[in-house]
Nanobody
């Protein structure tokens, strides 16, 4: 059983920063961050390959969010800068076990293991 757990959510003012962390048990995976705002579908934000050598971002967060990983700690982080009220959502981390393919995939269907999510609220 693979366990994925997020932490670091909370309340931040518009223009501020927040750092989310995620830990996945077991071996190394490609990892992705997603979010779901109230009344909206879950969307891909950023992904990072198992080696850390490849990253991918959604246009909505490119230049504001940064994904990184520390494989020694089996953890992945999402640095959120210049937060906006539209960033308010439940943020989830997920693991893609198929690391034979050296690519980061955005589609949710490729991610096998999901965390419970952490709430991020950006106040205006």
């Amino acid at each position: 059983q693979v366990h994925v757990r997020e932490s670091g959510g909370g309340l931040v003012q518009a223009g501020g920063s927040l750092r989310l962390s995620c830990v996945a048990s077991g071996r190394t995976y490609h990892m992705g961050w997603f979010r779901q705002a109230s009344g909206k579908e879950r969307e891909f934000l950023a992904g990072i390959s198992a080696s850390g050598g490849q990253t991918s971002y959604a246009d909505s967060v490119k230049g504001r969010f940064t994904i990184s990983r520390d494989n020694a700690k089996n953890s992945v982080s999402l640095q959120m800068d210049s937060a906006q009220p539209d960033d308010t959502a439940v943020y989830s981390c997920a693991a893609d076990h198929n690391i034979i393919l050296p690519i980061v995939r955005a589609a949710q269907k490729w991610y096998d293991y999901w965390g419970q999510g952490t709430q991020v609220t950006v106040s205006s």
